[in-house]
């Protein structure tokens, strides 16, 4: 049974070699995806025993666990969902490269989510990284490769900080599973560079303020259904990375651990703050992935500071995390829909908007009152007032993406229409079932509903008003600190450039001039066929061997 | 055991040779009967290695001693070191042989350069099996003199200047090794090859004479190994037919000097004797100055076989630096990549070849949107990238994890941002590279010509699915990192 788990990153591997090939059709591709994350939720409900193979990489373990399983059935929803409404980009010219990039980082996506061991997990990484490049230029204009370098360098920063970590990490523990890494941080000699550099690694895909920029550039020259994986799961593969190799509540690592929530919370205000002053709806939505991922780092870095019960926080953090990856999934598809559909689609988008600004009923209730109810004070306050921010975020993403006037030519497969609401459905019902009766319970107390609509409120006065007051209203670049960066690394290298053209041009010419040469000219002749020289220094050689006759003898 | 069968070393090393000589008795005329030689030569010498692949594992000993002059003895054995670089080199010689074959095909001159292909591989064998420093040394020049007229094959004028280029190198690097030979032989008299050396008696009173002799020693073997400064004559060799090339880099030139590198710390010195003499970390340092510039000056080079040449001077010191460490885990990351580092490469320069004569594509502008019409070829040129840059599960990942691993056990920390360093370089020089030949629009406006021959693709494939396949089953006893782990344990006596 647990065979089934190699059959995962598999399946979609050798899908991806045949769709580069050109071997199969745009309708494989798709029910390529649809038979794997039948899979992936056969896995997540049966939870197999670990797969362990010993003969691959450097001892492979793969299994599903708390974390793992939920999101595995998200993946599966929302990678289905985006390969039905990405049927036309797998065909026609370069629809073969996309096809195959698309099946790559699925593939990559799946073993993320059950590989235990440092190697494997780091295999999976790396293929989901790059092959997700393929999926970011797929426009090939000047903007999506801007993108794309710029995801590119993070996205290598990020694996040279992974790395660094996992050479210090196996020097003294070899290929350790997840689960054994609380004793081997118990044993490890500099346990706090060794966090600190996955902490850093890691935040590179979750998109942390100041590793974000990548996001609200990748997002909107990507293709909508990339986008969607992108945000919605791709970037919880830095999650996972944290929870499987960091330990809990390893005393060397407290202050890494509050510096992840402060960093995160810090994250969370800053991005729906500046995703606010942003003119594409797409780019919102990026923002607003920041802020969410920077909202999850908190119980994170709670738990590996050891500030709480770890079984809470960890069943918090996959509650929410499966909020956000179907939420936030739908909303992305849904810049689809209503070019298509028109406002009854929108109208359907609402709820998941909603969701993440953490309305009553909605997913984001149970997902947001799960977190407070496991965080120490004044973190719940924080958090409340995040959803104020949230709900700004979203108040501008709604206004962008709302559709003007008539429908737009141009008919979506109905099937994508179905698995776009199967999304959405599961977005609501699935965190409610994991959080249990205790936490459903939690959200329905009257202070955390009250908790919940105070700040909606607020956030949709401060919309209303805002939308009165700034006119006219001012736009910030995306990936805000990136332009001012890559103007200043593009001028020093530019300098640099002209320094050393100017050096070079006022340095004398050497070639003619120096004696030595001339001389070594006249007696070394240099015309062909050169025999003379290759003479004399074999000649050499004869004599050296005598010498060493003589020695020896 | 029989003595035929002890004299195995001899045999491996006779098949090449004796194809060479079928090959130019052969001549020009009778193409088949002079490919019928060829492959037969490579596939028996393959079982051969096979063979002996089995017997050292199971603790057999293969030796040979050729009395040349009194006192100084041609000794052949196989140990497991010598037998990683003979299967590396039997395996891929097949391969090249079949891809040479196609990439020649209408060439003239096809029985030269099939002779001193196959002398070339005899050379190597000698140079894998020397069981001293003076049958090293013996091989050593003859690989020099066998390849010249690989390079030099097209005999252009710029090609006659390559080779010369070449010759002045490689000839000066073997008279500076010879020198370090004699006076060694003067110190210690001549010594066979020992796992930790037999010197170590010597290093309290002889300090200041063995840290020269070591020096000399290493320019030598450094000159082939390109290490920097003597790393001119690489780029400009690249003039040679892509096999040849293929060949130089992955196995026999390039190889041969950073395989002597590892004999002359392990088996003349050991590594303890480098370790109290200091000269362990200087290599170290040396070796990581020939990384990170071979990485830099591969950024700035537009044409594909350049900028390939010039990552070899990098990628090459790797192995050096593993064995400069002193630490059992850095030396199985630099001894495995003497294995993985030919796959990735050969893999490279077969590509390469194959752009080259399919499209006539040279420069590296030339590449853009080429994965449309070679989506194979680029595929596999995709896997060679993704291993230099120390993608797992690819061959250069399992290298680059056992340097780390090696220099944080040795407590060289600052090898790890030096490895990190050379990730970042040779992902800034290969993936613009990848990036072009999948997404850019296609730049020749030639008619469609497809993949490449089979020929060419065939061994291009093989090589490329090698280099995954060895990083995917490293864990497996067989893989070259289970052997590798096997030589380590023998060596440090573990």
Redesign the interface.
């Known amino acids: 049974m647990n065979a089934l788990l190699a059959l995962l990153p598999l399946l979609p591997g050798v899908l991806a ?1 045949l769709a ?3 071997r199969i059709a745009a309708r494989g591709v798709t029910v390529g995806v649809l038979v794997t994350a039948l899979l992936a939720i056969l896995v997540a409900a049966l939870n197999p025993g670990p797969l362990e193979l ?6 492979t373990t793969l299994a599903t666990d708390a974390t793992g399983a939920p999101l595995l059935v998200a993946a599966a929803l929302l990678w289905v969902a985006a390969a039905t409404s990405a049927r036309s980009l797998f065909a026609g010219d370069g629809g073969a ?1 996309f096809a195959s990039c698309f099946l790559f980082t699925f593939a990559g996506n799946l073993g993320v989510l059950i590989a235990q061991d440092v ?1 494997a997990f ?2 999976f990484f ?1 293929v989901m990284t ?1 092959a997700a490049y ?1 999926l970011v ?1 797929h426009d ?1 204009t000047r903007e999506a490769v801007r993108a ?1 370098r710029i995801y ?1 360098v993070l996205a ?2 990020g ?2 900080l992974l ?2 970590g ?3 990490l ?3 523990a070899g290929n350790p599973v997840a689960a054994d890494m609380d004793r081997v941080y118990a044993d490890l000699e500099r346990a706090g560079l060794v966090g600190g550099l996955f902490l850093a690694g890691f935040a590179v895909k979750m998109g942390l303020i100041p590793v974000h920029v990548w996001l609200p550039l990748a997002h909107p020259t990507a293709p909508v259904p990339a986008s969607a994986v992108l945000s919605g799961i791709i970037v919880k593969g830095g999650l996972l990375g944290w929870l499987r190799f960091l330990p809990e509540a390893e005393p060397a690592l407290a202050a890494a651990g509050d510096t992840l929530a402060a960093v995160g919370l810090a994250s969370a205000f800053l991005a729906a703050l500046v995703g606010c002053f942003q003119k594409r709806a797409k780019t919102v939505l990026a923002y607003s992935t920041i802020s969410q991922m920077g909202l999850l780092a908190v119980p994170v870095g709670l738990l590996i500071a050891g500030r709480g019960e770890a079984p809470v926080l960890l069943a918090v953090i996959a509650v929410f995390a499966t909020h956000h990856a179907l939420a936030k999934g739908a909303l992305f598809l849904a810049m689809d829909h209503i070019k298509a559909g028109g406002r009854a689609m929108a109208m359907v988008m609402v709820l998941p908007a909603l969701a993440i600004a953490g309305a009553p009923v909605t997913s984001g209730l149970v997902a947001k009152a799960a977190v407070k109810s496991a965080v120490p004070d004044p973190l719940p306050l924080l958090i409340t007032f995040t959803s104020v921010t949230t709900t700004l975020l979203l108040a501008r993403f709604l206004v962008l993406a709302w559709p003007s006037g008539a429908k737009n030519a141009g008919a979506i497969a109905r099937v994508a229409i179905a698995a776009w609401l199967l999304v959405i459905a599961a977005g609501q019902l699935l965190p409610w079932t994991l959080a249990g009766p205790a936490g459903r319970a939690y959200a329905f107390q009257a202070g955390a509903l009250w908790d919940a609509v105070w700040p909606l409120a607020l956030g949709i006065g401060g919309a209303v008003l805002a939308a009165r007051m700034l006119r006219p209203w001012r736009v910030l670049p995306e990936g805000d600190i990136v332009v001012p960066v890559e103007r200043g690394v593009i001028g020093a290298y530019a300098a640099a450039v002209r320094a050393a053209t100017a050096l070079s041009a006022r340095r004398p010419a050497l070639p003619q001039d120096i004696p030595w040469r001339q001389l070594a000219g006249r007696l070394l002749p ?1 015309r ?3 025999i003379p ?2 003479g004399v ?2 000649l ?2 004869v004599l ?2 005598s ?3 003589l ?3 | 055991m029989s003595t035929l069968y002890q004299a195995m070393p001899l045999w491996v090393l006779l098949i090449s040779l004796v194809t060479a000589v079928a090959v130019f008795i052969a001549g020009e005329k009778w193409q088949r009967l002079r490919t019928a030689f060829n492959l037969s030569g490579a596939v028996l010498k393959l079982v051969l290695v096979a063979i002996m692949l089995w017997g050292v594992d199971l603790g057999h000993t293969f030796v040979v001693h050729l009395p040349l ?4 003895n041609l000794v052949l054995q196989a140990d497991a070191l010598a037998l990683l670089f003979m299967s590396l080199s039997a395996v891929l010689w097949l391969v090249t042989t079949v891809y040479a074959i196609a990439y020649l095909e209408r060439a003239p001159d096809r029985a030269r350069f099939f002779g001193f292909f196959s002398l070339c591989v005899t050379a190597t064998m000698g140079i894998a099996m020397a069981g001293n420093l ?1 049958t090293f040394f013996v091989f050593y ?1 003859l690989l020099t003199l066998a390849t010249w007229p690989l390079v030099i094959h097209r005999g252009t004028d710029k090609v ?1 200047v390559a080779g ?1 280029t070449y ?2 190198y490689t ?2 690097g ?2 500076v090794f ?2 370090g ?2 006076l060694l ?2 110190l210690a ?2 010594t066979d090859f020992v796992a930790g050396g037999e010197l170590l008696h010597l290093g309290e009173d002889h300090a200041g004479a063995l840290t020269a002799i070591f020096v000399l020693l290493i320019i030598g073997v450094g000159v082939k190994a390109a290490i920097v400064p003597l790393h001119g004559w690489l780029p400009t060799a690249m003039v040679a037919p892509a096999p040849v090339s293929a060949l130089l880099h992955a196995v026999a030139v390039v190889k041969a000097g950073a395989f002597g590198i590892v004999r002359v710390v392990h088996d003349v010195y050991g590594v303890e004797l480098v370790q109290q003499l200091h000269l362990g970390t200087a290599l170290a340092v040396v070796a990581s100055i020939t990384i990170i510039y071979g990485s830099l000056r591969a950024i700035w080079q537009t044409d594909l076989k350049r900028r390939l040449a010039f990552s070899t001077v990098s990628q090459v010191s790797y192995v050096a630096l593993g064995v400069a460490m002193g630490s059992p ?1 850095a030396t199985i990351g630099g001894l495995v990549h003497l294995v993985h580092q030919g796959l990735m490469k050969i893999t490279l320069f077969f590509c390469a070849g194959a752009y080259a004569e399919t499209y006539g594509i040279h420069a590296i502008r030339e590449l853009d949107g080429i ?1 449309r019409r070679m ?2 070829t680029t ?1 596999m040129f995709t896997l060679g990238a ?1 291993g230099m840059i ?4 690819l061959a250069g ?2 290298s ?2 056992y340097l ?6 040795a407590h060289q920390y600052w090898v ?1 941002p030096v ?2 360093g050379s ?2 370089l040779n ?1 800034i020089y290969f ?1 613009p590279l990848l ?1 072009r030949a ?2 850019r ?1 296609l730049a020749i406006t030639d008619k469609d010509r497809g993949e490449a021959h089979p020929g060419l693709l065939w061994p291009t494939v093989f090589t490329g699915l090698s280099a995954m396949g060895v ?6 006893a067989w893989s070259p990192l289970g052997w590798v782990e096997l030589i380590v344990v023998r060596e440090y006596g573990l």
């Open positions: 070699i580069l090939a050109g010993p003969w691959l990489l450097l001892d490269l190697a780091y295999l790396a790059f393929g230029i090939r794309g590119l290598v920063a694996e040279c790395l660094s996992f050479f210090l196996a020097a003294e240099h062909e066929p050169d020289w290759v220094q074999m050499v050689l050296l061997l010498v060493i006759y020695l020896a003898g | 002059l009194p006192g100084l003076f020049e006659m010369r010759l002045h000839l000066g073997g008279a010879l020198l030979i004699v032989y003067h008299g001549p885990l994965g989506p194979w595929a993704f120390g993608v797992p599960p990942f399992i680059k994890w780390g691993l090696g220099a944080v056990d790890i490895l990190l990730t970042v992902a993936l990036h999948w997404f629009p990083g995917l089953l490293a864990a497996f």
